[in-house]
């Protein structure tokens, strides 16, 4: 006889034929409610503390009461079914599920009629989910089996280019070897040769000796050669008189000009660059101040082009660099690099430096000394607004995702936030509107930006005005770093242009205005000299152009004359001979 301890202990195939549980994966099923039990009655439990079932007898003989789970199942997830509120789905420790409602704080391991379509939808959206993440898991391994195949067939790529290398050296070597050999037995053949040459000089020395004397003082110089018959006539008959082989230069006579005794290489040097550089000047017709080094030497009377001073030339290129409004940030390779219309190598005043390398030393003079100004008067404006330094931090640093006091922390140990003359509360104050403005659509941050341009006095932004040196006035507003410098100066760029000059200013003293007159006349004498260089090389070209117009002319007419003296027929000719021998009789 079993004891009851041993019934209550019951295998799970008990447990999967009870009805309290119901499987997660049965969408057509009815979750714990089928046709037999259609009828019965919800009995309301505060808690689910353990399945209804028949007190008698169970079932099957399973008493789920006594069921030593109980003590340690416990709620694990609560899942919320959209459109059933206020019931939501919560699954235990040990896999089993009930519903429960928020509101009555009831409990049903048996689902509810209605409510059984929110689980079913529930459970059908979470076996997809389910699904997708065990696809996007199996693409993974698949794309990284994939990665781990395409790294070994690289290994084996480098290896096979490894053993290719290694052969290539190989051959490398074994060519090597093989130029080796041949050269030592071209030395050892010339070797041979060479005492093959001693031999036969030993043994004609003898016969030199028994040659009678002539009585010549150059009898020293004469040889005895053999001539063959495949030399010519006349290189026989000087051969016999001279005494000497052919093609040998004559004892005590030098080689000939233009065969030097050793070939060797050409040497290269520094005045055949100069001479290639003076041809292809000649060759464009320029002036030898007008390329290569303009600086170093000397030239000739009137060489050096038409007249203006190296610190006029220097001075009329920072104008050009001015007016243009070059960055001295930017790099000199960058500038030249542009194309445009409105480039610097468009510009006459380009030229009135020789070369590049002038051009580039008086470039980084100017960006220099103009980085220095305007480092100052950053320095003299902060010092007048400190809004001015902490909107330029603003434009570079905020961005919507950042709160304030995330930004705070963030930027804590930049100086503008740590700058006194500037309260908290006013940074905090321009940070929100700042990014408020950041919201805004692109076009209203344009528009109001043309507004805000529109109200500033012409004293302080004009023609003259550069984007480096923009007024306090704008820099100072919101709505000038609402926008990303490269929407915003094209937009100042066309407004300036459309602004009248500089008005006179009445606020300078006598000295500053007639240190302005001596800059404005030292510009205006060197444009001036600028345009007479440039008048008087169009003359010279315009000079050059009537020239080879008319050389080109007299060569088509000495051409057509040619021509014409040529076109003599048969008949022409018959008739001259005629006229000629009439004019031979007597």
Do not use: C
């Amino acid at each position: 006889m079993e004891s009851p301890a041993k019934k209550l202990k019951m295998s799970s195939p008990a447990l999967g034929t009870q009805q309290d549980f119901v499987s997660f994966g049965d969408e057509e099923g009815t979750f714990g409610s089928t046709e037999k039990d259609s009828t019965d009655q919800y009995t309301p439990f505060r808690a689910p503390k353990e399945p209804r079932l028949d007190r008698a007898h169970g079932r099957n003989g399973y008493d789920p009461r006594r069921d030593p789970r109980n003590a340690r199942d416990k709620p694990k997830s609560r899942h919320i079914l959209p459109g059933y509120e206020p019931w939501v789905l919560v699954r235990t420790k040990f896999r089993r599920r009930f519903v429960h409602n928020t509101q009555t704080k009831e409990s049903f391991w048996r689902i509810p009629k209605d409510v059984m379509p929110g689980v079913i939808e529930f459970e059908r959206w979470e076996k997809d989910g389910q699904e997708k993440a065990e696809n996007a898991k199996w693409a993974e391994q698949q794309l990284q089996e994939m990665r781990d195949k395409s790294k070994a067939e690289e290994v084996n790529r480098d290896a096979d280019e490894e053993g290719r290398s290694r052969r290539r050296r190989s051959e490398s070597l074994q060519r090597d070897d093989e130029e080796a050999l041949m050269a030592e037995l071209a030395a050892q053949a010339e070797h041979a040769e060479e005492q093959d040459a001693k031999k036969a000089f030993t043994a004609t020395q003898p016969l030199q000796s028994q040659i009678p004397e002539t009585g010549l003082d150059s009898d020293s110089e004469y040889e005895v050669v053999e001539v063959t018959d495949s030399e010519g006539e006349g290189e026989g008959e000087e051969e016999e008189e001279t005494g000497e082989a052919p093609g040998e230069p004559a004892a005590g006579q030098p080689p000939e000009d233009g065969q030097p005794e050793e070939d060797g290489p050409v040497e290269f040097g520094e005045d055949d660059i100069a001479w290639q550089l003076a041809a292809m000047g000649e060759d464009y017709g320029l002036d030898p101040g007008e390329y290569g080094d303009a600086y170093e030497k000397e030239w000739e009377e009137g060489a050096e082009g038409l007249p203006l001073s190296r610190e006029d030339a220097t001075h009329l290129f920072r104008d050009l660099l001015e007016d243009h409004g070059i960055s001295p940030f930017t790099p000199w390779d960058k500038v030249i690099e542009d194309e445009s219309e409105t480039s610097i190598l468009n510009d006459q005043r380009y030229t009135v430096l020789p070369n590049m390398r002038a051009r580039k030393e008086a470039f980084d003079s100017w960006a220099k000394d103009k980085a220095t100004r305007l480092k100052e008067e950053r320095a003299a404006t902060a010092k007048r607004d400190p809004k001015i330094p902490y909107l330029a931090l603003l434009q570079d640093k905020a961005t919507p995702k950042l709160y304030w006091p995330e930004f705070k922390r963030k930027y804590k140990k930049e100086p503008e936030l740590n700058d006194r003359k500037l309260s908290d509360k006013d940074r905090e104050k321009l940070y929100r509107d700042h990014i408020g403005r950041l919201k805004l659509p692109e076009s209203t941050r344009k528009a109001d930006l043309q507004i805000l341009l529109k109200g500033v006095p012409l004293k302080s932004l004009n023609r003259d005005t550069q984007l480096d040196s923009l007024p306090q006035q704008l820099l100072s507003h919101l709505h000038f770093v609402s926008l990303s410098p490269n929407a915003r100066d094209p937009i100042i760029k066309a407004h300036i242009q459309k602004l009248p000059p500089a008005p006179d200013d009445d606020d300078l003293t006598d000295e500053q205005r007639a240190e302005e007159d001596k800059k404005r006349e030292e510009r205006r004498r060197r444009e001036q000299a600028m345009a007479e260089r440039v008048r008087k090389v169009e003359e010279e070209r315009r000079r050059a152009d009537k020239d080879e117009d008319r050389a080109r002319r007299d060569l088509r007419e000495e051409e057509r004359e040619l021509q014409r003296a040529m076109a003599v027929s048969s008949r022409g000719l018959s008739s001259h001979f005629r006229e000629d021998r009439a004019n031979s009789k007597p």
